[in-house]
T-cell receptor, first 108, second 116 residues
Framework: AQRVTQPEKLLSVFKGAPVELKCNYS??????LFWYVQYSRQRLQLLLR??SRESIKGFTADLNKGETSFHLKKPFAQEEDSAMYYC??????????FGDGTTLTVKP | EAGVAQSPRYKIIEKRQSVAFWCNPI?????LYWYQQILGQGPKLLIQ????????DSQLPKDRFSAERLKGVDSTLKIQPAKLEDSAVYLC??????????????FGPGTRLTVT
C-alpha cells in the first residue's frame, strides 16, 4: 500500500530565511504528487503538483524518484506562508493518500 | 465557479446517536471523496466515488459508516451509531478526472463533528 510521510510536524523559520518541507513516499507505481496548503480559517487548497513543474507563491517542489521524495522549497519565507502543509499522493488507480502535515510558522 | 459545499458546518451529538453529512461537489466533477481528519493528523480517505460508483471504500468502517452518491452528484455520509472516536472533521472533496489520473482535489469547508 502507498504511504506518505512528512517527518516534521512543526517547522519554524524567520522571515527571509529559506524553508524546506520534507515529503517522502512509498508506492510501487508512478505517482501523482501534490502539495496542499491550509491557511488559518480557510479550506484545504492545492498549492502545486509535480506534473506542472511550476512555481506557486515562490514555492517549488521536485519529484526525486530515486529518493522517493517530493520536498517543498522556498528560498525566502514570508510571514503569509505560515500555514499547514500537506503532501499527497495519487496512485495510478486514482486513490489518494495524505501525509499528516507540517505546520510552518514564519517569524518576523 | 462555485466551490464544494458541505453541511452542516458543526454538529454535536451524543454517542450512539446517528448523524448525516451532505456534500455538493463542483459541477461536472466525476470523482468525489470523503475524508476523516482527526486532530493532528492528515485527511484519511473514507470513500471515493467515480460518478455514482464506489472506487475505494477500504478504510470505511462499514459496520457504522455508510455513504451514497445520488445520481452521481450530491453525496451523503452517515454514521450510525456514533462513537467517541468519531469526533473529527469530515471533509468532502471533488476532482474532475476519471479513470486513474484524477488530478487535483477541491475541498469543502468540512463538518466538525463532536461526539460526547
Amino acid at each position: 500500500a502507498q504511504r506518505v510521510t512528512q517527518p516534521e510536524k512543526l517547522l519554524s523559520v524567520f522571515k527571509g530565511a529559506p524553508v524546506e518541507l520534507k515529503c517522502n513516499y512509498s508506492y510501487s507505481g508512478s505517482p501523482e504528487l501534490f502539495w496542499y496548503v491550509q491557511y488559518s480559517r480557510q479550506r484545504l487548497q492545492l498549492l502545486l503538483r509535480h506534473i506542472s513543474r511550476e512555481s506557486i507563491k515562490g514555492f517549488t517542489a521536485d519529484l526525486n524518484k530515486g529518493e522517493t521524495s517530493f520536498h517543498l522549497k522556498k528560498p525566502f519565507a514570508q510571514e503569509e506562508d505560515s500555514a499547514m502543509y500537506y503532501c499527497a499522493l495519487n496512485t495510478n488507480a486514482g486513490k489518494s493518500t495524505f501525509g499528516d502535515g507540517t505546520t510552518l510558522t514564519v517569524k518576523p | 465557479e462555485a466551490g464544494v459545499a458541505q453541511s452542516p458546518r458543526y454538529k454535536i451529538i451524543e454517542k450512539r446517536q446517528s448523524v448525516a453529512f451532505w456534500c455538493n461537489p463542483i459541477s461536472g466533477h466525476a470523482t468525489l471523496y470523503w475524508y476523516q481528519q482527526i486532530l493532528g493528523q492528515g485527511p484519511k480517505l473514507l470513500i471515493q466515488f467515480q460518478n455514482n460508483g464506489v472506487v475505494d471504500d477500504s478504510q470505511l468502517p462499514k459496520d457504522r459508516f455508510s455513504a451514497e452518491r445520488l445520481k452521481g452528484v450530491d453525496s451523503t455520509l452517515k454514521i450510525q451509531p456514533a462513537k467517541l472516536e468519531d469526533s473529527a472533521v469530515y471533509l468532502c472533496a471533488s476532482s474532475l478526472g476519471t479513470s486513474g489520473r484524477v488530478g487535483e482535489q477541491y475541498f469543502g469547508p468540512g463538518t466538525r463533528l463532536t461526539v460526547t
